[in-house]
């Protein structure tokens, strides 16, 4: 599987930013899918995570993001997307997409890990 993830820029704070990652050469439809963050001289940290079972999806979300990011995906473009709202200059990382965890907020249960997109947020 790999994971192409695109998006990121330069935004003031409280402005929005959608991120994509696009998965391809996996049975991407039975992943779940998640978004962490990597802040200079941090550990990488969960932000939102997607499971789909049933045709339905189930989110979750770091207490940090919520009411503020929401994933997404498109099964037909094998895309998850992560819409990030009212950005806040704490939310300056690199933000990565991951796919095919046992446990969903830990980075370490995922096998398969995209190149990364870079968020600066501007106060």
């Known amino acids: 599987v790999q994971l192409q993830a695109s998006g990121g820029g330069l935004v003031q704070a409280g402005g929005s930013l959608r991120l994509s990652c696009a998965a391809s050469?996996?049975?991407?439809?039975?992943?779940?899918m998640g978004w962490f963050r990597q802040a200079p001289g941090k550990e990488r940290e969960f932000v939102a995570a997607?499971?789909?079972?049933?045709?339905?999806?189930?989110?979750y979300y770091a207490d940090s993001v919520k009411g503020r990011f929401t994933i997404s995906r498109d099964g037909a473009k094998n895309t998850v997307y992560l819409q990030m709202n009212s950005l806040e200059v704490e939310d300056t990382a690199v933000y990565y997409c991951?796919?095919?965890?046992?446990?969903?907020?830990?980075?370490?249960?995922?096998?398969?890990w995209g190149q990364g997109t870079l968020v600066t947020v501007s106060s």
């Open positions: 991951a796919a095919r965890a046992t446990k969903l907020v830990v980075a370490a249960s995922y096998d398969y």
């Open positions: 050469g996996g049975t991407f439809s039975s992943y779940s």
């Open positions: 997607i499971t789909w079972r049933s045709m339905s999806a189930t989110t």
